[in-house]
């Protein structure tokens, strides 16, 4: 009788070479369909620029190369897609080797962003972070770059995004803070009641979300994070630890307003947590208080105004009209622009 042989052991290896060889054709295949994307771009405007005007070559030209294109090579050459490819050329004159893993999807939203540096830190996170198209398309709606600007500390931030461009890491707590922050995931209405009990179980069933909005580095350590201080118990809503700044951030959610107590109990909080929890080769805690409500007095006359460890930022639970974010964020720069006047000491 024949001894029955296990082929687990072949068939995994064999599995292996196939899942390697897919991955690195439908690498190729994309490489080649954004390049071919990139030159048909490139010959339309050259084709454009020796020809009639503009409109007319819109009208006219696109529509009945669409036509013998779409006659021979089927779909994908509407007088749509050719202005994209258009677009794209002129988007991205120099197609840049670093970005090679992005797909045709992510420069379509890429070509949504108009200033250039902005561009290029989007490219740059989603090879380094390997943002999905629905990752880099919910970053760009909720102006991710631009609530990155208007942070504590604009000319850091703006140093960041030019770094990540070279791809240099950046190290200052600062950058990693950003206000408002956008947390649309959770599925609340603007007219609903929000408690803090609800916010924080709706972020963890959305923790993916949360990290993605949160930004680069962050994993997640513990939810209602006991401490005890001499006989007394207190609880940390939500921890994460950051590998690139080496640190740990506690989070504390707030609904409402923010309020001198709530600054006070965040740096007891802090405190207690180097004391207790923070390790050899970890960087300084840093805490967040998360509030649905700004309060610029006691951000000002608070331990807020000269901490380097803890922060104070908004949330908003439902996405807003990017018009309305724009005008919320212009507001903060100017906030920003009237307490740090051009030639103040940082």
């Known amino acids: 009788m024949s001894k029955l042989v296990s082929i687990e052991p072949l068939y995994e290896q064999v599995r292996q070479i196939l899942d390697s060889a897919q991955q690195q054709v439908r690498h190729v295949v994309n490489d080649v369909m954004v390049q071919s994307y990139w030159h048909i771009g490139r010959l339309i405007v050259e084709d454009e620029q020796g020809g009639a005007a503009r409109a007319e070559y819109g009208k006219q030209t696109l529509k009945q190369l669409s036509q013998k294109l779409s006659a021979e090579y089927g779909k994908g ?5 050719l202005w994209s490819y258009r677009q794209f050329y002129l988007e991205f004159p120099i197609l840049s080797t670093a970005w090679r893993e992005l797909r045709w999807s992510h420069y379509r939203i890429l070509m949504r962003v108009k200033d250039p540096v902005a561009r290029a830190w989007y490219a740059n996170e989603v090879v380094s972070q390997g943002w999905s198209v629905a990752a880099l398309d919910r970053q760009v709606s909720t102006l991710f770059y631009e609530r990155l600007l208007s942070s504590q500390d604009q000319s850091a931030v703006r140093t960041e995004a030019v770094a990540l461009v070279n791809q240099h890491a950046p190290n200052d707590p600062r950058d990693f803070i950003r206000d ?30 949360f990290l993605l909005e949160l930004g680069k580095g962050f994993a997640f350590v513990a939810r209602q994070k006991h401490l005890r201080v001499e006989g007394d118990d207190f609880f940390v809503d939500l921890v994460f ?48 208080i998360l509030c649905s409500e700004r309060n610029e007095a006691v951000a000002k006359y608070s331990l807020l105004a000269d901490s380097q460890q803890l922060f104070a930022s908004r949330y908003r639970a439902f996405l807003p009209s990017e018009a309305e974010l ?3 964020l212009q507001r903060d720069r100017a906030v920003l622009e009237n307490a740090n006047p051009v030639g103040d000491v940082q």
């Open 77 to 81: 050459f509407s007088p749509q897609s």
């Open 180 to 209: 408002p922050y956008i947390l649309e995931f959770i599925g609340a209405q603007p007219s609903a009641t929000l408690y803090e009990k609800e916010l924080e179980t709706n972020l963890l069933e959305q923790l993916q979300s």
């Open 241 to 288: 630890y950051n590998y690139l700044l080496k640190c740990f951030l506690l989070v504390d959610l707030k609904v409402g307003k923010l309020t001198h107590q709530d600054v006070g109990q965040m740096d007891m909080y802090v405190r207690v947590f180097e004391e207790q929890y923070r390790g050899e080769g970890d960087n300084p805690t840093l805490g967040l």
């Open 326 to 328: 724009q005008a919320e």
